[in-house]
């Protein structure tokens, strides 16, 4: 790993805080057991900075990494990551941090970054989260209005699904590539990374049978959101996903007029939204159908607490 200028000054202001908080409160702090032993031990204990494209990955990294990560997340929250630019000042940043964590998949800023890294040459390891998933076409709702109207050109769907971090098995195998990542750059803690990995692979899998408990037993088992990132989830969990959005696109007024028929064949009494996208048609559809519209956040970095919270709310609008 070779030292910038970054790294030098960020050691020599954390060996300068060592020193200060060494003579302000001397003998009491507990989590400072090695000041004794100077800036240099400390120097080398630095943890680590990886980047990540999107916060449930910084989630990912920090279970797995502890305090020998640190991240930086590059899509602000409430950012939509779809249509995201990195400013040549974060692309810099990201290329000068040990490791980028990306989805691998659908996310056009983050081909960006790897083709810039190519031309600064870069050594930041890039660890391709998506790798051993298998991934699907991204919905549209007009594969649902199309069985009304022409037949599907197949070979036509190359949008690839990039939310793949919406169903904890996937999440799993995320956290395992994540681990691979950090092992390589830092063999000599790989027991430590082995550890966290294992107890939070635990936490995924009992997320998983809560979800499976909270979703057991429903007959309809269709929901509408109006960005489509709830596939992997629906699929991980016998749940049929009806976007509203078009391609990126509020529904024409026609569109929106399927939709209310398909809201109500289906029985859909909620719309989902998130945060980062428009709501008005979902707005007009939930009056529609005379229904409601529901928040709930893909992007939220407490992965597991959030994923309790979205399943609660999936299984009492999902009859
Ligand atoms: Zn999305």
Same mark, same amino acid.
């Given at each position: 790993m070779k030292f910038k200028i970054i790294t030098i000054l960020v050691l020599l202001i954390a060996g300068l805080s060592l020193f200060v908080s060494g003579c302000t409160? =001397? $003998? *009491? =702090? =507990?989590?400072?057991? *090695? /000041? $004794?032993?100077?800036a240099e031990v400390s120097g080398t204990d630095e943890p680590m900075t990886v980047a990540v494209s999107i916060l449930p990955l910084a989630e990912f990294v920090e279970k797995v990494g502890g305090d020998k990560v640190k991240t930086i997340v590059i899509i602000p929250s409430g /950012?939509?990551? @779809? *249509?995201y630019e990195s400013s040549p000042k974060e692309v810099q940043a990201i290329s000068e941090a040990s490791m980028l964590v990306t989805v +691998?998949? +659908?996310?056009p800023f983050e081909e960006v970054w790897i083709d810039r890294f190519g031309t600064i040459n870069s050594d930041t390891l890039i660890v391709n989260c998506s790798k051993g998933i298998e991934l699907r076409e991204l919905a549209k709702h007009d594969e649902k209005l199309e069985t009304h109207t022409e037949e599907e050109n197949d070979g036509d769907h190359e949008g690839l699904d990039p939310h793949i971090w919406t169903s904890p098995a996937n999440a799993k195998m995320m956290v395992e590539d994540i681990y691979e990542g950090l092992v390589q750059l830092d063999p000599e803690n790989e027991a430590y990374y082995a550890q966290n990995r294992d107890s939070y692979l635990e936490e995924l899998d009992a997320l998983d049978a809560r979800i499976r408990a909270k979703l057991a037993g429903r007959e309809e088992r269709n929901f509408m959101v109006? @960005?489509? =990132?709830w596939g992997y989830f629906a699929a991980e969990y016998g749940l049929t996903m009806i976007p509203v959005e078009i391609e990126g696109k509020e529904p024409s007024a026609q569109d929106l007029a399927k939709l209310v028929d398909i809201a109500k064949e289906k029985k859909v009494k909620v719309i989902f939204v998130q945060t980062q996208f428009s709501t008005r048609s979902a707005d007009v559809l939930a009056e529609e159908i005379g229904g409601e519209v529901v928040a709930v956040d893909p992007? /939220?970095?407490?992965y597991i607490a959030n994923m309790d919270n979205v399943s609660d709310v999936f299984a009492r609008n999902i009859v």
């Open positions: 409160d =001397s $003998g *009491t =702090s =507990s989590d400072n057991e *090695t /000041a $004794g032993q100077g /950012a939509d990551p @779809h *249509t +691998g998949v +659908g996310m109006y @960005h489509p =990132s992007l /939220a970095k407490d």
